[in-house]
């Protein structure tokens, strides 16, 4: 018999772990306050390079990731974290205000970028929690 059948239900999943890498104050405060609520262990990082040095403790199964920052942007912190992990990578969802030059180029950057996905800002909260659903189911 296991541990489901002898409680009548079963045990609760472990939070999956998201790190928000965002040099917006405002932003991440908002985004870690809606993914708490929707059941996430959330970290964060106002940069780049801090957000490396989090993702090496925290080890999150996906990564929010801001393109357009200062010192390190988007981009570059996405290939440390291919060079960091390997094929064994947390999961990278891009956000970032995009042009409209940018959205016809949105699978090439994706490629360029080793991310797994791209959702645009001013980001709609369902639009948001669908892709990382999208990006943390299994395969």
Sequence with gaps: MSVS?????ALP??????LIVD??????????????EA???????????????VARQFDPDLVILDVMMPEMD???VCRKFKAM???????????????AGLKANV??????SLADGFVEKPYKALVL?????KLLLPK
């Design 5 to 9: 059948d002898k409680a009548g239900s």
């Design 13 to 18: 999943k472990p939070k999956a772990k998201i």
């Design 23 to 36: 040099d917006d104050p405002d932003l991440t405060y908002a985004l870690n306050a809606m993914l708490e």
């Design 39 to 53: 059941g996430f262990e959330i970290k964060t990082a106002s940069n780049g390079a801090t957000g490396l040095s």
């Design 74 to 76: 988007g981009f570059e």
């Design 85 to 99: 992990w390997g094929s064994t990578r947390p999961k990278i969802l891009l956000l970032s205000g995009i042009t």
């Design 107 to 112: 699978p090439a950057i994706l490629e360029q």
């Design 129 to 133: 929690l669908n892709e990382i659903d």
